[in-house]
């Protein structure tokens, strides 16, 4: 089986993965955008357990930012790169003058929620399209966001 894909992929498939992974992207961005908003105006009892947190976290999405973009390039696509092309990709909601630390990490469930959905159907087509790359990254990401979920409800009792 021949392809054109320097890598051995499917080009077809691999736009498949390009464009889930560009809305990935642009989830994993806002969300990131909000994270920062949480770390930065987070107040009240929690705020030291929390604004660590929520440093720890948007640390950790900045990481899979530069991942999933660089995964697009290895693909042959090419990330998106503007906040205009982000906001119309997303299904994260993008939120702001978040103070309350429940509030917060009720935000962050959502958006992990979404990322979750978005990465098991990458899951799914990388595996389907015997792109081994792209899969064993969807399947860390959803391991570790899990375990963050479940934490995180944990939290909020």
């Known amino acids: 089986m021949e392809s054109n894909m320097p890598i051995g992929l499917n080009p077809q498939t691999t736009q498949e993965l390009t464009k889930g992974l560009n809305d990935l992207l ?75 630390g429940e509030e917060a990490i009720k935000h962050c469930v959502a958006a992990f929620s979404v990322l979750l959905l978005r990465e098991r159907a990458l899951l799914q087509l990388s595996g389907q399209s015997g792109d081994e790359g792209t899969n064993a990254l969807m399947s860390d990401y959803i391991r570790e966001q899990e375990k963050t979920v479940w934490m995180f409800r944990a939290y909020l009792g």
Not at 39 to 67: C, P, V
Not at 81 to 97: C, G
Request: zero cysteines; a negative charge; glycine letters at 6%.
């Open 26 to 100: 642009s989830d994993l961005q806002i969300f990131y955008q909000n994270v920062r908003g949480f770390h930065w105006n987070i107040r009240g009892k929690a705020f030291f357990e929390l604004h660590s947190k929520f440093e720890e976290l948007y640390t950790d999405l900045q990481i899979k930012i530069d991942e999933v973009a660089e995964r697009i390039l290895t693909l042959g696509g090419r990330p998106l790169h503007s906040y205009e092309a982000y906001l119309a990709a997303t299904d994260v909601h993008a939120v702001k003058d978040i103070s309350d």
